[in-house]
């Protein structure tokens, strides 16, 4: 009696979004290199997993609510073929049940289609509306199914065809792939806002989210596909088309920030370097005086390590972090103010007791957590905590697949930095800057998208209302 079953998002950082994964490697099994793809992009979702692989009698396909390893076990046998592709999921549109699972297979004049994505389609609820008066029915109620839908219904022509036809007509962000007749048809939105990159292995072909899948199945890191290219894979041959004009690139600055892997590269940049560059340029602007410079982990790792550097305060592994708490777990009295933070990070006393502390996070979104961090660090005796945070304030919500659709669920929309660091209890709290995040990722501010940060969305502001994760069930 007493306890409770806490499921489901229970910090309020920002979620990740999804990972793709796409191989052609001809003559050889592609499934269990799809999955070592996708245990490399686990950290990009964790509420379900998926592959779909071809052979020569058709399309195969497993996938499943958890992480891959708990999906998959056995049944990678059960997914022969040369050529396959694989998702990790959470979910920004549609709910996370099995029937938004990813891959989505539809049918399509060429036989099965079945497509990975990650982003976020603004117009979904419009085009479903528009497939559904059109007599098509929809299994989930997720934008990829949407998509899927789009390529299958193109007028005439190949696959090349229908893909060109739904990138068309298909806004937002996405990265995606498409398996069909055993091609992959790989393509990146015309701002490049989520990441794609494409490496060659043993005379195949591999696409995927992040340089970190290509280390993992030993794959040689060839370029990022380009805004708006189509990358077709036919056994061992590569053809590129550049289908939509690229009015500017937007890359999203939370890969950098948070989402991608710190041993990933975007855009020529190691993720882990730029993250401690953020650090250094946070120390110069939001100096502390401070006995150690402690990170939230493991967001926060690489930032303070560049706060350490600059400063010339010591850096201290002071909260260790429990990885084995679940996205489900028991909390066995409810009733205990800070459970769900507790079970999760733990202060070494040692280190922080009568000691003035640095704490650095990457992000606040809803402001919960980081309160209750640093009451954890003040139970534990440290006599003042100084919070930084490696980005600026977010107070937009994001429309291209992340969780944060209403400003609502966005501290910093309503509250001032003063107000912030009152409600989490910190003695100081100081941001980076905007231009100081730019100076950081070291590429041109026009080449990003910064919207949740200053409200300028690279392709036009989408209707708040239809773009949070359950926009599309409304009209099941
Ligand atoms: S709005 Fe923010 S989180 Fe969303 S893509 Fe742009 S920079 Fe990334």
Redesign the pocket.
């Known amino acids: 009696m007493g306890a409770r079953v806490v499921t489901g998002p229970w910090e309020d950082g ?1 979620r990740e979004e999804c990972g793709v994964f796409g191989l052609s490697y001809p003559g050889r099994p592609a499934a269990p290199l799809v999955y070592l793809g996708l245990v490399a992009l686990q950290h990009r979702g964790q509420e379900s997993a998926g592959i779909a692989t071809a052979d020569a009698e058709g399309l195969h396909v497993h996938k499943g609510m958890g992480l891959a390893s708990q999906v998959f076990g056995e049944r990678l046998e059960a997914l022969p073929g040369s050529v396959g592709i694989g998702h990790v999921r959470y979910s920004t549109m549609g709910s996370a049940v099995l029937a938004n699972a990813q891959p989505v297979v539809v049918p399509s004049p060429w036989g099965l289609l079945a497509v990975v994505h990650n982003g976020n389609l603004t117009n979904a609820p419009q085009l479903r509306a528009e497939l559904v008066s059109q007599g098509l029915s929809f299994y989930g109620s997720s934008d990829t199914e949407v998509l899927a839908h789009c390529v299958a219904t193109a007028p005439a022509g190949d696959p090349v065809d229908g893909v060109r036809y739904a990138m068309e007509r298909i806004e937002g ?1 996405y990265t995606a792939v498409v398996l069909v007749q055993g091609t992959l048809y790989a393509f990146r939105d015309a701002f490049a ?2 990441p794609l990159v494409l490496g060659q292995l043993d005379g195949g072909w591999v696409v995927a989210s992040e340089t970190c899948a290509l280390d993992q199945v030993g794959a040689r890191f060839v370029r990022d596909v380009e805004p708006g290219e189509l990358v077709v894979v036919r056994g061992g041959e590569l053809s590129c088309h550049q289908v939509l004009p690229s009015p500017r690139r ?1 890359h ?4 950098y920030i948070y989402f991608a892997r710190p041993d990933t590269v975007l855009v020529g940049r190691t993720v882990h370097r730029v993250r401690r560059a953020m650090g250094r340029v946070l120390a110069v602007e939001q100096p502390a005086e401070a006995d150690l410079v402690v990170p939230v982990p493991d967001s926060g790792t690489s930032a303070a390590l560049g706060f350490a550097e600059q400063s010339g305060i010591p850096f201290e592994l002071a909260l260790v972090k429990n990885r084995y708490v679940g996205r489900t777990f028991i909390e066995p009295d409810p009733h205990r103010r800070e459970g769900r933070v507790q079970l999760k990070l733990n202060p070494i006393r040692e280190l922080v007791a009568g000691r003035r502390v640095v704490l650095v996070d990457d992000s606040i979104v809803r402001g919960t957590t980081s309160g209750k961090i640093v009451r954890l660090l003040r139970e534990a005796g440290a006599r003042q905590v100084h919070m930084r945070i490696s980005s600026p304030p ?1 107070r ?7 969780d ?1 659709s209403s400003r609502r669920q966005l501290v910093a929309a309503e509250l001032d930095v003063e107000a912030i660091r009152q409600r989490i209890g910190a003695d100081s709290l100081g941001y980076l800057s905007q231009e100081g995040l730019v100076q950081a990722i070291g590429l041109a501010r026009e080449d ?6 200053d409200g300028r ?2 392709t036009g502001s989408p209707d708040e209302q239809h773009a949070g994760r359950t926009a599309l069930e409304v009209t099941l």
């Open positions: 920002l962000a806002i989520r937007a999203c600055v939370f890969e977010i937009w919500p994001c429309f291209y697949g992340v944060t990003l998208c910064m919207a949740c940060l969305y690279p």
